[in-house]
């Protein structure tokens, strides 16, 4: 495992939320789940989330209004997708009312012994 992968793969997940983020607070949780690490980004969200399915591909930003200037090119969330996709990482996105958690699990197995 790339640690400096993973650590982009972090990286992206906390700068979107901090881009994308409707009020100013965000929740960042790590723990142990059996023989897992599960990591959970969560913010507030204000803007339409119908097509939720589509933040993984590459060029998509959920939030249209925005300039491209202040929401970027829409690649942080296809990078951390091809990152968790290389490692066998499970990965998930939810709306919950008005905020958005992403949820990365870190599956310990024969090919991640650091975990």
Known sequence: ??????????????????????????FISLEKVDENAVLCVKNGINCDVSDIDKI???????????????????????IVSEIANKYGFEKNVQVIGKCIKFKIVFKKNNNNPHL
């Open 1 to 26: 495992m790339d640690e400096d992968e993973i650590k982009v793969m972090i990286d992206n997940l906390i700068n979107n939320a901090v881009k994308y983020n409707s009020d100013k607070k965000i």
């Open 56 to 78: 993984w591909d590459p060029f998509y930003v959920l939030e249209k209004s925005r300039s491209k200037e202040l929401s970027g090119s829409g690649l942080g969330l296809s």
